[in-house]
Nanobody, 126 residues
Framework: VQLQASGGGSVQAGGSLRISCAAS????????VGWFRQTPGKERDIVAA????????SYSDSVKGRFTISRDNTKNTVYLQMSGLKPEDTAVYYC????????????????????WGQGTQVTVSS
């Protein structure tokens, strides 16, 4: 499956933004998906993850309560709704996917994902 992240942009602190990860070339419903972010010189960190059915989610402590991951398998798309944005949320955001066998599977380690999108830049100004 190929992934295409979109929706990034510039926003002021406290604002909201929704980024999307669209899949093609496969049945997205059989994939667990994660959103990661990376800033220059730093490692890529998990932001949020979701299982294939959307019933299980996981968030990093830094975004918990502000970001929401969701998916619409009929549209082959996973979303990351970001609210209460802070300058430290500025990063390139990547989506990643991994085909799973069981619906409860969810992954938060970047090395557990096999398919990656190209990234979308999110910039939050103070």
């Amino acid at each position: 499956v190929q992934l295409q992240a979109s929706g990034g942009g510039s926003v002021q602190a406290g604002g909201s933004l929704r980024i999307s990860c669209a899949a093609s070339g496969g049945t997205f419903g059989y994939y667990a998906v994660g959103w990661f972010r990376q800033t220059p010189g730093k490692e890529r960190d998990i932001v949020a993850a979701i299982n294939w059915s959307g019933t299980h989610t996981s968030y990093s402590d830094s975004v918990k309560g502000r970001f929401t991951i969701s998916r619409d398998n009929t549209k082959n798309t996973v979303y990351l709704q970001m609210s209460g944005l802070k300058p430290e949320d500025t990063a390139v955001y990547y989506c990643a996917a991994r085909r799973v066998r069981y619906s409860s599977e969810l992954y938060t380690n970047e090395h557990e994902y096999y398919n990656w999108g190209q990234g979308t830049q999110v910039t939050v100004s103070s």
